[in-house]
């Protein structure tokens, strides 16, 4: 899974950065070949040279060493530029301590990559159709949903007897800071700013009233020119089927509100086989901050699509590969800095997915009522890179 040695010309590849990657568990191996398959393009292509290592995590890790992650596995999260996951879990194992997701849940906390960025937007047009949600309620919805990924219920002391269950849900000062940090901040990288939505339950839990607070305090003080605004998050859950595009912008949440809401994103864009992910070190870009950056000059971080395991149709070569190689995408611009590469994913993907009256390739996987496997709609992506990649 390495690029070549030598470019084509026989000059020696620029050192592209370390990558880990954790194809995990069911579709998550199937999908992650093929958006290395992609990867290897982009490197053949640029002459990028992106130093790969594989191993495990999730139920495959059980298996083999009987623990969700070893601690070799977090000592290399620690150690490269990005790590590159598939999906963790599946019902062989249950949900008995320490579950296959635990793996991941550790990585997250090892890493402290709190900011999982979570785009919601339509990747081709042509996707209209296959939203649940009426079209001129869906059209034009574009948020990057922010979810804290280090905290609150999902982690600290539980509690777990015969007949008694607790996850605190707690926050503090710095961890709210440092995840609405990077919602102002990538609401700044545009002209004029996005609109910033907090998301909580101010008006019934403690720590909400407390991410609050911070929250706008955050605002008032380091981004002047966003007015944050605040949405309770039951509310949201309604107002994203009703009106969508109200949220147009960020939205940033604790890790329970960000983890559910943003699965909804998949139900207003079609499938969630379609939405990629990244859990960021720090924020991204040229900002004044030095927290999370790589050694090449990005942010540490975790990609992976939104969707789970898909144990219901893995195995059968029918998983929709485009939340992974999306996700590729996000990892080439938020870790390695690669716009331009990351865009040709991006616009390949909006090919394959157009319509034939739109000059595109309609290729559809069954989660969108077609009948193409993963390997066709990777190839297709694929085709599309390797073009983009020479004509752009
Ligand atoms: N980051 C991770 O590793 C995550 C792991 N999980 C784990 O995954 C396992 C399954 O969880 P579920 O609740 O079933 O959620 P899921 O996201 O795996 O699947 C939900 C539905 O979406 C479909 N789907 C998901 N990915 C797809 C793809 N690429 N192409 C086409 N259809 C796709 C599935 O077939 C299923 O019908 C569980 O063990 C869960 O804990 C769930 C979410 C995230
Ligand atoms: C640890 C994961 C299984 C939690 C989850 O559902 C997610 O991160 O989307
Ligand atoms: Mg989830």
Same mark, same amino acid.
């Given at each position: 899974m390495t690029a070549p040695e030598t470019n084509a010309d026989g000059t020696t590849p620029a050192s592209g950065g370390k990558i880990l990657v954790l194809p995990g568990d069911h579709v998550g191996p199937e999908v992650v070949t093929e958006a290395i398959k992609v990867l290897n393009i982009i490197a053949e292509e640029t002459g990028r040279k992106f130093e790969l290592e594989v191993d495990l995590c999730g139920g495959c890790s059980l298996d083999k060493h009987?623990? !969700?992650?070893t601690e070799e596995v977090l000592q290399k999260c620690l150690n490269v530029d990005a790590v590159f996951f598939g999906s963790a879990g599946g019902p062989e194992w249950g949900t008995a301590q320490p579950n296959p997701e635990s793996g991941l849940l550790r990585i997250r906390d090892r890493m402290q990559i709190f900011a999982n960025l979570r785009p919601c937007k339509?990747? !081709?047009?042509?996707l209209l159709a296959y939203s649940p949600i009426k079209t001129e309620v869906v059209k034009g919805v574009d948020f990057m949903f922010i979810r804290e990924n280090?905290? =609150?219920? @999902? @982690?600290?002391k539980k509690i777990e007897e015969a007949d008694y269950g607790c996850d605190p849900w707690e926050y503090s000062r710095p961890e709210i800071e440092r995840v609405v940090r990077v919602a102002g901040a990538l609401a700044m990288q545009h002209d004029p700013p996005l609109q910033v939505y907090s998301v909580d339950k101010a008006n019934v839990l403690a720590n909400s009233r407390v991410w609050r607070r911070i929250a706008t305090e955050v605002f008032e003080k380091e981004f002047p020119k966003i007015q944050l605004k605040h949405q309770l998050a039951d509310s949201l859950a309604l107002l994203f089927i009703t009106k969508p595009t109200a949220f147009n912008g960020v939205l940033v949440s604790d890790n329970t509100f960000g983890d559910i809401l943003s699965d909804e994103s998949g139900g207003l864009t079609g499938s969630l086989g379609l939405l990629p992910s990244a859990s960021l070190a720090g924020p991204p870009g040229n900002v004044d901050s030095k927290l999370g950056r790589n050694s090449v000059g990005g942010v540490v971080g975790l990609y992976e699509p939104v969707? =789970? +395991? *898909?144990p219901d149709i +893995? &195995?059968? &070569?029918? *998983?929709?590969?485009t939340g992974q190689i999306l996700s590729l995408a996000m990892m080439l611009r938020y870790s390695f800095n690669m716009h331009r590469e990351a865009n040709i994913i991006e616009k390949a993907v909006e090919r394959c997915l157009d319509t034939r009256e739109d000059g595109g390739l309609e290729i559809r996987t069954g989660d969108l009522g077609g009948k193409a496997g993963t390997v066709e709609m990777s190839e297709a992506i694929q085709g599309e890179v390797r073009r983009l990649l020479k004509t752009t």
């Open positions: 009987g623990d !969700s992650v339509f990747a !081709s047009k042509a280090c905290g =609150g219920a @999902y @982690y600290g969707h =789970g +395991s *898909a +893995s &195995g059968k &070569g029918l *998983a929709n590969p």
